[in-house]
């Protein structure tokens, strides 16, 4: 990779608000994070130097951060469908097309609930349990993080 290409990243990781950012390709893996300024406010990059891995790096999600009392009672019996890697989240396959779900819809198993886009690669992702869904918790079209929570369905 070269540094023209990482300064593209890290112009991607200002246009979308991304605070980190991770990739692997072929034993190639640079991790890129943004920190708070210390004067100003401002982010700035942090660049981890690139490290040929012959074993894929495994990071650990981020622990849920805590919710209000009031919440955590309503949500308490719904299931999370969280994200399973780092992309751009869509809820139809295409602009003009429907939502793939929408709140009170039933899911099962199988249904493809969204579109997580990831390095040009469009991957559908479902639900992976039954129940009707309750709250969708992303917006079209926005970044969306490794565990981040998508979707709260309440079981059936």
Known sequence: MEIKDIRKLIE???????????????GFRISLKRRAAEEGGQSVPAVTMPVPSATPAITPPSPPQPAPAEKKDEEADLIPIKAPMVG????????????????GQEVEEDTVVCIIEAMKVMNEIKAETKGVIRKILVENATPVEFGQVLFLVEPR
């Open 12 to 26: 991607l990781m200002r246009e979308n608000d991304l605070t980190e950012f991770e990739m692997e390709d072929q």
């Open 88 to 103: 751009t989240f869509y809820r139809a396959p295409s602009p003009e097309a429907d939502p793939f779900v929408s709140v």
